[in-house]
Nanobody, 126 residues
């Protein structure tokens, strides 16, 4: 059973930084694509960044150059470093895992992900 637990959210002023963490258990990394997603009140869930099983990364245009997805050496913790935060980054952030896409499969489509964490709130004030 794959389990994901996020942490690191909080309130920060515009221009500030936060690092989100997601502890992942119960999976074999080489078969998964990992992603970060967010959902603001009244808006659809959107993909923020992915890290595929080959180590390739991808980002939504809105966060390119500001956010970085990575994992620790054991691949049991997924990170999202968020710099130069803007009020429009305010949302609930979710960590997710996609299994079954094959080696190197990558996507930011939230509906393709099988497993989800409970989310962590990020609030950016102007």
């Amino acid at each position: 059973q794959v389990q994901l637990v996020e942490s690191g959210g909080g309130s920060v002023q515009a221009g500030g930084s936060l690092r989100l963490s997601c502890v992942v258990s119960g999976y074999y990394y080489d078969n998964y694509c990992m992603g970060w997603f967010r959902q603001a009140p009244g808006k659809e869930r959107e993909g923020v960044a992915f890290l595929d099983s080959d180590g390739s990364t991808g980002y939504a245009d809105s966060v390119k150059g500001r956010f970085t997805i990575s994992h620790d050496g054991t691949k049991s913790i997924l990170y999202l470093q968020m710099n130069s935060l803007k009020p429009e980054d305010t949302a609930m952030y979710y960590c997710a895992a996609l299994h079954g896409g094959g080696s190197g499969y990558q996507t930011l489509e939230w509906y393709e992900y099988n497993y989800w964490g409970q989310g962590t709130q990020v609030t950016v004030s102007s």
